[in-house]
């Protein structure tokens, strides 16, 4: 039992992170030879640019030799709304080139894609407002209508005519968590210019040429590249189109540094597996030297050397078998544990069950249990002549203490990779504990936050501020225990909608060129924000009730953006009184406060340059009313009320206010600060699993061997207590044993922690790769607990009676 025990737990971990890489690294794309789809992104001095506009691209259509089709897309990723016959459905709408499915390989299983013209993928005609349902939006909104085609569907309050109906497993862009439509892009008048604020950009993927590769295509694309960026007549935008990136499709899934941590994690699960094994061999080895005598009996029997061996590994497979059978149900488990924090972090919103990929995957890992576990004890067993394992007394022969030294080895190695995962483990908690204690800017107790998409169709023609918004906040503000309650389009470290702001300097100047390269956070707050979150003015006020549609339009920006724009935070009222942007008609915006810096994306950032402008301000015809109030907003609420409580009655006001709303996300501010630690406290949950099995099977190691050694010599250790051997002299002489293991054991593991922690490097945070606190209180508690599991054997040792032990012999 103690051997499948074992054996399960590094077999669980194994399987558990390696369906984590097969949903996240090696999950294949539902396309046709998805390996020769890759994206194409323009880069320059601020790296990579986010979409490409319509005369670059047809370029590199035209001009290219790599590449057998090109399509591009407006990734919609912001929630829209579908009126289907069970009411709205939340969907995201894509804009697609006309020849976007065939580059795929897909097509409808029923209707038709869009049609265009075959050199621009220009949408022309009837085909300018249709539409293409994915199967879940299909199944779910229309009931798998068979007649659907034809028929006129509404996003957005716009009518669409249904054209085609994709297959159940396609998805694109690949990944999505929501359902999905399609609609066609329809080029204008804005694609035929090269304008970074002016022309619409879009992302770009093409497929390559058969006997074409990545690097072939970016390298020539970047030929092409060089001569499309002479085109831009402004030399800054000029400078951010430099250059371009060409890279899988599927390996821009997944974030660089998320990568990184995966692997990080799957390391450890494999050293977590070989710790088993070797924790599983050390527990056959001693079994293999109780059954010398059973050997040797075969073996005289006229059993050959291969047939006893081949036996120790059919022994070794059952039980390796076995434990993987146990190991599958612990990998369920963990992943049942972990599946929120998983989708939430490596962008998977597939339930994580194990498929084929890891079944083989795991049967491999248990014949390589199996082999590892017991092809020593086989040899040990074996190697042992048979009148000299015949013998009474034969335990204690040369070949004991052979198997002796063999078993000491590897729990040195047992505790050398305990050691270095044990050490991973204690970096990340050590980063846990600074960000715990990073500075947030703002209060987070008692505030209670609503993430509502907004029906902003629904409000076409009126002003969605005193439609909606307005007459929402009243209600809650009015609730009892409510203390303050404010809108804004994202609270601070949310991740639900960020929008970026650019200033449009002209000029070479220090100070426009600052500008030009400034790049802000972009909120839309109500007046009572700095109520809820109680957070710090630097300089000048912030928003309050004298603001509003018809008072000078104002705004509020931090710390980190006047350094950024005056080039220094030396003296904040500097900037105070500066025009920053226009809401429209003329209307110029003072800046009239400068907040606190705070974290706003996340707590291991430093704070952004953030402009922050007030709700009660923007009408309709503001520049930037569709992005700041049309799109999503969130509610923050203090309340001293539970949340338990208060969220079901905040939860019904949000719906009266608008049907669309049911579907809001609640939690609390917390949770938000909780979720922002992201992917470092992931690891470090993981890590604490990984690590704690390990130290457990560690010291069940040391104490498997004293214990053997103990038993092994009861004689010896009899015959030292009679002639005259203190009891604390035999406990120091187990001990000194455990001792020398450990430290050695701990030696080569501090060597291994010191190359594994990098790869832990991208999920710290102030923490030093090579950190020796952690490697020294690590160490000594590996040792600690060593010595501790060494003190029952060596209590035992103490306490043999001389007599009892010399009968024995």
Same mark, same amino acid.
């Given at each position: 039992?103690?051997?499948?025990?074992?054996?399960?737990?590094?077999?669980?971990?194994?399987?558990?992170?390696?369906?984590?890489?097969?949903?996240?690294?090696?999950? *294949?794309?539902?396309?046709?030879?998805?390996?020769?789809?890759?994206?194409?992104?323009?880069?320059?001095?601020?790296?990579?640019?986010?979409?490409?506009?319509?005369?670059?691209?047809?370029?590199?259509?035209?001009?290219?030799?790599?590449?057998?089709?090109?399509?591009?897309?407006?990734?919609?990723?912001?929630?829209?709304? $579908?009126?289907?016959?069970?009411?709205?459905?939340?969907?995201?709408?894509?804009?697609?080139?006309?020849?976007?499915?065939?580059?795929?390989? +897909?097509?409808?299983?029923?209707?038709?894609?869009?049609?265009?013209?075959?050199?621009?993928?220009?949408?022309?005609?009837?085909?300018?407002?249709?539409?293409?349902?994915?199967?879940?939006?299909?199944?779910?909104?229309?009931?798998?209508?068979?007649?659907?085609?034809?028929?006129?569907?509404?996003?957005?309050?716009?009518?669409?005519?249904?054209?085609?109906?994709?297959?159940?497993?396609?998805?694109?862009?690949?990944?999505?968590?929501?359902?999905?439509?399609?609609?066609?892009?329809?080029?204008?008048?804005?694609?035929?210019?090269?304008?970074?604020?002016?022309?619409?950009?879009?992302?770009?993927?093409?497929?390559?040429?058969?006997?074409?590769?990545?690097?072939?295509?970016?390298?020539?694309?970047?030929?092409?590249?060089?001569?499309?960026?002479?085109?831009?007549?402004?030399?800054?935008?000029?400078?951010?189109?430099?250059?371009?990136?060409?890279?899988?499709?599927?390996?821009?899934?997944?974030?660089?540094?998320?990568?990184?941590?995966?692997?990080?994690?799957?390391?450890?699960?494999?050293?977590?597996?070989?710790?088993?094994?070797?924790?599983?061999?050390?527990?056959?080895?001693?079994?293999?030297?109780?059954?010398?005598?059973?050997?040797?009996?075969?073996?005289?029997?006229?059993?050959?050397?291969?047939?006893?061996?081949?036996?120790?590994?059919?022994?070794?497979?059952?039980?390796?078998?076995?434990?993987?059978?146990?190991?599958?149900?612990?990998?369920?488990?963990?992943?049942?544990?972990?599946?929120?924090?998983?989708?939430?972090?490596?962008?998977?919103?597939?339930?994580?069950?194990?498929?084929?990929?890891?079944?083989?995957?795991?049967?491999?890992?248990?014949?390589?249990?199996?082999?590892?576990?017991?092809?020593?004890?086989?040899?040990?067993?074996?190697?042992?002549?048979?009148?000299?394992?015949?013998?009474?007394?034969?335990?204690?022969?040369?070949?004991?203490?052979?198997?002796?030294?063999?078993?000491?080895?590897?729990?040195?190695?047992?505790?050398?990779?305990?050691?270095?995962?044990?050490?991973?483990?204690?970096?990340?908690?050590?980063?846990?504990?600074?960000?715990?204690?990073?500075?947030?800017?703002?209060?987070?107790?008692?505030?209670?936050?609503?993430?509502?998409?907004?029906?902003?169709?629904?409000?076409?023609?009126?002003?969605?501020?005193?439609?909606?918004?307005? *007459?929402?906040? +009243?209600?809650?503000?009015?609730?009892?225990?409510?203390?303050?309650?404010?809108?804004?389009?994202?609270?601070?470290?949310?991740?639900?909608?960020?929008?970026?702001?650019?200033?449009?300097?002209?000029?070479?100047?220090?100070?426009?060129?600052?500008?030009?390269?400034?790049?802000?956070?972009?909120?839309?707050?109500?007046?009572?924000?700095?109520?809820?979150?109680?957070?710090?003015?630097?300089?000048?006020?912030?928003?309050?009730?004298?603001?509003?549609?018809?008072?000078?339009?104002?705004?509020?920006?931090?710390?980190?953006?006047?350094?950024?724009?005056?080039?220094?935070?030396?003296?904040?009222?500097?900037?105070?009184?500066?025009?920053?942007?226009?809401?429209?008609?003329?209307?110029?915006?003072?800046?009239?406060?400068?907040?606190?810096?705070?974290?706003?994306?996340?707590?291991?950032?430093?704070? +952004?340059?953030?402009?922050?402008?007030?709700?009660?301000?923007?009408?309709?015809?503001?520049?930037?009313?569709?992005?700041?109030?049309?799109?999503?907003?969130?509610?923050?609420?203090?309340?001293?009320?539970?949340?338990?409580?208060?969220?079901?009655?905040?939860?019904?006001?949000?719906?009266?206010?608008? *049907?669309?709303?049911?579907?809001?996300?609640?939690?609390?501010?917390?949770?938000?600060?909780?979720?922002?630690?992201?992917?470092?406290?992931?690891?470090?949950?993981?890590? +604490?699993?990984?690590?704690?099995?390990?130290?457990?099977?560690?010291?069940?190691?040391?104490?498997?061997? $004293?214990?053997? $050694?103990?038993?092994?010599?009861?004689?010896?250790?009899?015959?030292?207590?009679?002639?005259?051997?203190?009891?604390?002299?035999?406990?120091?002489?187990?001990?000194?044993?455990?001792?020398?293991?450990?430290?050695?054991?701990?030696?080569?593991?501090?060597?291994?922690?010191?190359?594994?922690?990098?790869?832990?490097?991208?999920?710290?945070?102030?923490?030093?790769?090579?950190?020796?606190?952690?490697?020294?209180?690590?160490?000594?508690?590996?040792?600690?607990?060593?010595?501790?599991?060494?003190?029952?054997?060596?209590?035992?040792?103490?306490?043999?009676?001389?007599?009892?032990?010399?009968?024995?012999?």
């Amino acid at each position: 039992m103690s051997v499948i025990g074992t054996l399960a737990l590094g077999l669980g971990a194994a399987a558990a992170m390696f369906t984590v890489i097969d949903h996240v690294i090696l999950r *294949p794309l539902p396309y046709e030879n998805p390996n020769q789809i890759v994206s194409i992104n323009e880069t320059g001095r601020r790296g990579i640019r986010d979409g490409s506009p319509f005369l670059d691209l047809q370029e590199w259509q035209e001009r290219n030799h790599s590449l057998s089709d090109l399509a591009f897309y407006s990734p919609n990723n912001h929630v829209s709304f $579908l009126e289907g016959n069970t009411g709205a459905m939340q969907v995201l709408a894509p804009s697609v080139s006309a020849n976007l499915f065939a580059l795929l390989g +897909e097509h409808p299983a029923i209707g038709r894609t869009f049609e265009g013209d075959p050199g621009d993928r220009a949408i022309r005609g009837e085909d300018a407002k249709t539409l293409i349902l994915s199967d879940t939006v299909w199944r779910t909104a229309y009931g798998s209508d068979p007649n659907i085609l034809g028929k006129a569907v509404r996003v957005n309050g716009e009518s669409y005519i249904v054209i085609g109906v994709m297959p159940r497993a396609f998805t694109f862009p690949f990944g999505g968590a929501n359902p999905v439509v399609w609609a066609p892009i329809v080029l204008g008048d804005a694609d035929a210019v090269r304008a970074k604020h002016q022309s619409p950009n879009y992302a770009v993927i093409a497929r390559l040429k058969q006997g074409a590769t990545v690097q072939s295509a970016e390298a020539e694309l970047r030929l092409i590249q060089a001569d499309v960026s002479k085109a831009y007549t402004d030399p800054y935008d000029r400078e951010e189109v430099a250059s371009v990136q060409v890279q899988r499709y599927g390996d821009s899934l997944v974030d660089t540094d998320l990568r990184k941590a995966l692997l990080a994690l799957s390391g450890a699960a494999v050293l977590l597996w070989l710790i088993a094994c070797v924790n599983a061999t050390s527990l056959l080895l001693a079994r293999a030297t109780a059954r010398q005598r059973e050997v040797a009996v075969h073996a005289a029997m006229g059993a050959s050397r291969g047939q006893i061996t081949l036996r120790f590994l059919i022994e070794g497979l059952f039980l390796s078998g076995i434990a993987s059978l146990v190991g599958l149900g612990l990998s369920a488990l963990t992943l049942r544990l972990f599946e929120q924090a998983l989708k939430a972090q490596f962008n998977v919103h597939t339930k994580l069950t194990t498929n084929l990929s890891v079944v083989l995957v795991l049967l491999g890992l248990t014949l390589a249990s199996a082999l590892l576990a017991s092809i020593l004890p086989a040899l040990s067993a074996t190697g042992v002549s048979v009148d000299h394992a015949l013998r009474q007394g034969s335990v204690q022969s040369g070949t004991g203490r052979k198997q002796h030294r063999a078993r000491s080895l590897l729990v040195i190695a047992e505790i050398a990779m305990s050691l270095t995962l044990l050490v991973g483990c204690g970096l990340l908690l050590r980063t846990i504990y600074v960000l715990r204690h990073v500075p947030l800017g703002f209060r987070t107790d008692h505030v209670i936050v609503a993430n509502m998409t907004i029906p902003a169709y629904r409000f076409t023609g009126r002003d969605i501020r005193t439609q909606l918004y307005q *007459p929402l906040l +009243e209600r809650v503000q009015h609730l009892p225990g409510v203390q303050s309650a404010s809108l804004m389009t994202e609270v601070p470290l949310g991740k639900t909608f960020q929008m970026a702001f650019t200033l449009r300097a002209e000029g070479n100047s220090a100070t426009d060129v600052r500008a030009r390269n400034l790049s802000a956070q972009f909120r839309a707050v109500g007046p009572e924000m700095q109520r809820v979150f109680r957070f710090r003015m630097s300089a000048g006020r912030f928003f309050n009730e004298q603001d509003t549609a018809v008072s000078p339009p104002v705004v509020v920006v931090n710390r980190a953006f006047v350094k950024a724009y005056l080039g220094n935070d030396h003296d904040l009222r500097k900037i105070l009184g500066e025009t920053l942007i226009s809401y429209g008609e003329n209307r110029r915006a003072t800046v009239i406060g400068v907040l606190d810096d705070e974290r706003q994306v996340s707590i291991a950032e430093e704070s +952004e340059p953030e402009i922050e402008v007030c709700i009660p301000q923007i009408t309709p015809n503001s520049g930037f009313y569709h992005f700041a109030e049309g799109l999503a907003m969130d509610l923050a609420v203090r309340t001293e009320q539970s949340p338990s409580s208060f969220i079901p009655e905040l939860r019904q006001i949000v719906r009266d206010a608008s *049907p669309e709303l049911a579907t809001a996300n609640f939690t609390t501010m917390q949770q938000v600060v909780e979720d922002s630690y992201g992917s470092q406290q992931l690891a470090a949950r993981i890590l +604490e699993i990984f690590g704690g099995c390990a130290l457990l099977l560690c010291i069940a190691g040391v104490y498997g061997l $004293l214990a053997y $050694l103990v038993t092994q010599r009861t004689r010896e250790l009899g015959v030292r207590i009679a002639l005259g051997a203190q009891r604390y002299q035999i406990i120091r002489l187990v001990l000194r044993q455990a001792a020398w293991m450990l430290v050695l054991g701990s030696g080569v593991g501090l060597i291994g922690a010191y190359f594994g922690a990098n790869l832990l490097r991208t999920l710290l945070y102030q923490v030093k790769v090579y950190d020796p606190w952690t490697m020294v209180l690590v160490t000594l508690s590996l040792i600690g607990s060593g010595l501790t599991a060494a003190c029952i054997p060596a209590r035992r040792a103490a306490g043999i009676d001389p007599m009892q032990a010399l009968r024995t012999e």
